[in-house]
């Protein structure tokens, strides 16, 4: 079975960002349902050096897109940090997924092989797209992406490995 980085990446993208999307959804009712404010949600950080939920988001969003366009040799969406709710996260989310559909599986052949950069620790570093994709991008993606499901799972947000893994994506 041969896998392209179209199929490695975009695909897997979008099942992990809807299962985010809907798990903010979770905890914005677990918010209601407690009387708790849910932009508090937002602030909520596992250990003090780690970024809090709004920004582990937005970085798991930030790689998604960025990966799939270096892959696909396109410009990487740029898209402003400033969501203050979970409803502006889950907006966010959408966008990142809308674009990710726009991208189509031609545009990522060869892009194992394309020469990307990307910024690592603030300063740019050279890729070569299938390691920068398994190596780099999906990993740091599922970083971000499990600790905002920890975060949520332990402030007590009903969840489960049911809600991480979402709605399978099956061709």
């Known amino acids: ?10 695909p897997v993208f979008i099942q992990m960002l809807s299962s985010l999307s809907a798990i903010l959804g ?3 009712r677990h918010a209601e349902e407690h009387g708790t404010d849910p932009g508090l949600l937002l602030q909520e950080r596992l250990y003090p050096d780690m970024f809090p939920l709004v920004r582990q988001v937005q970085v798991a969003t930030d790689h998604a897109k ?3 366009a270096r892959l696909a ?7 402003p940090d400033d969501e203050t709710s979970i409803e502006a996260l889950q907006a966010r989310i959408a966008r ?10 031609d545009q990522f052949a060869g892009g194992d092989e394309r020469e990307v950069k990307a910024p690592v620790g603030g300063r740019p570093v050279r890729f070569r797209g299938g390691p920068y994709l398994l190596h780099f991008a999906l990993p740091n993606f599922y970083f971000h992406v499990t600790t905002a499901y920890a975060i949520l799972r332990h402030r007590g947000v009903a969840i489960g490995k049911p809600d991480f893994i979402g709605s399978l994506i099956v061709r």
């Open 26 to 28: 979770k905890a914005a």
């Open 1 to 10: 079975m041969a896998l392209s980085p179209y199929d490695v990446s975009v």
């Open 73 to 79: 040799g396109v410009d990487v969406p740029r898209f």
């Open 66 to 68: 960025g990966a799939a």
């Open 96 to 105: 990142t997924i809308d674009f990710l559909r726009r991208l189509a599986p």
